[in-house]
């Protein structure tokens, strides 16, 4: 009677050399249906390919051994909660990649576009807004939850211009700091979250970023040398207005965002 799948034949199925069985036979991981007690061959049960191929396919994903024993030993329901966890983790290596790689794209390319900048004076506005003390690591989510809070707020015919955000130095120096998300209204109002927020008047040196949110800290950073350049010192939080955003359009190619950058001249005679 066939013991089973012989070492050979079950590495050939689920595409694991034997030197790589071996080694899991060794580390508990994934024990063969039966050992001959005089030869040590190894045989497999083809109830095992699945179990195989799913280490396979984490370890291709850099999970580590530890970490894929206790997804096996696991019950079916938190084995696919250890595995989606995972999963999310890599997406957001791939993300973090992708910006790196577009961001350096635009670096180095040898003759970088002009930045246009307009010095600008804004008003003092009253607006509808949500304000916390926000990580830098959960910004993202912070901003799209309070802008779909005022979303709701607010429908499209009462808003009165573009939204934006305001955010303190320390949210990019410290890792934390204050976020400020709001909407121009006609009648702004407190609900939840939501406050009536008087925002002071500002000197901005204001330049548009172009395209998705991946690079725009090239665009940040061209904004400091011509800030830096003319002479003009910083002072107070960043704004952002979001002229089109993934609100307007899904192509974030045809996404602009305003980057304002409060100035002041250090000669007398302010803003020219």
């Not at 901005?204 to 970023?209: D, R, S």
């Amino acid at each position: 009677m066939r013991r089973g799948l012989t070492i050979g034949e079950f590495a050939t199925l689920t595409h694991l050399s034997v030197r790589t069985l071996r080694r899991y036979h060794e580390a508990a991981l994934l024990v063969p249906a039966t050992v001959d007690p005089f030869t040590g061959y190894r045989y497999y049960a083809a109830e095992q390919i699945p179990s195989a191929q799913v280490i396979h396919r984490l370890r291709e994903l850099d999970v580590p051994l530890a970490e894929v024993k206790s997804i096996l030993a696991a019950d079916p329901e938190r084995r696919a909660d250890l595995i989606a966890g995972h999963l999310r983790r890599l997406e957001a290596e791939l993300d973090r990649t992708r910006a790196a790689v577009v961001s350096l794209r635009r670096l180095l390319r040898p003759d970088p576009e002009n930045l246009q900048v307009e010095l600008r004076s804004v008003p003092a506005r009253t607006v509808a807004a949500v304000r916390g003390h926000v990580t830098l690591e959960d910004s993202t989510r912070w901003y799209d939850a309070a802008m779909a809070e005022l979303d709701a707020a607010f429908a499209p015919a009462d808003r009165t211009g573009p939204p934006g955000g305001r955010y303190a130095n320390e949210l990019f120096t410290a890792g934390a700091g204050a976020m400020t998300v709001y909407r121009p209204v006609r009648e702004p109002r407190a609900r939840g979250r939501i406050e009536v927020v008087e925002l002071p008047p500002v000197d901005l040196a204001v330049a548009v970023h172009s395209g998705g949110h991946d690079d725009i800290d090239v665009t940040y950073g061209r904004l400091g040398s011509w800030v830096v350049e003319h002479a003009l010192a910083v002072d107070g939080p960043i704004d952002e207005t979001y002229l089109a955003g993934p609100r307007d359009t899904p192509a974030p190619a045809d996404w602009r965002t305003e980057i304002g950058w409060p100035v002041f001249r250090l000669t007398p005679g302010g803003l020219a």
